[in-house]
Nanobody
Framework: VQLVESGGGSVQPGGSLTLSCAAS????????IAWFRQAPGKEREGISS???????YYKDTMKDRLTISIYADKITVYLRMNNLKPDDTAIYYC??????????????????WGQGTQVTVSS
């Protein structure tokens, strides 16, 4: 089981990015997928998840700026982020859990992780 993130980069405040998480060697059909981020000196935090039944979850303070989706092939999950702010600067990770994650926002609920992709928001 391998996850590969892409789509990170540098963007100005107010800009948008779409992150991708691709599965290698399996499909997301029976998995819950989540996006986490970790800023320097801060704990890793869950910001969005897609349950294996397709139910989306979002961090309350970000739900108006995020959209999580999955491509029909069940191999790639996307996270669209709008109106980015400097505080969004972090390494973004995708994670996968078999079937249901006990707590979607908790890193301990996930067994498989990608290597991360850097997002930098700066003017």
């Amino acid at each position: 089981v391998q996850l590969v993130e892409s789509g990170g980069g540098s963007v100005q405040p107010g800009g948008s990015l779409t992150l991708s998480c691709a599965a290698s060697g399996f499909t997301f059909h029976d998995y819950s997928i989540a996006w986490f981020r970790q800023a320097p000196g801060k704990e890793r935090e869950g910001i969005s998840s897609l349950g294996h039944d397709g139910t989306p979850y979002y961090k309350d303070t970000m739900k108006d700026r995020l959209t999580i989706s999955i491509y029909a092939d069940k191999i790639t999950v996307y996270l669209r982020m709008n109106n980015l702010k400097p505080d969004d600067t972090a390494i973004y990770y995708c994670a996968a859990a078999w079937r249901d994650a006990l707590f979607w926002y908790s890193a301990n609920s996930y067994d498989h992780w990608g290597q991360g992709t850097q997002v930098t928001v700066s003017s």
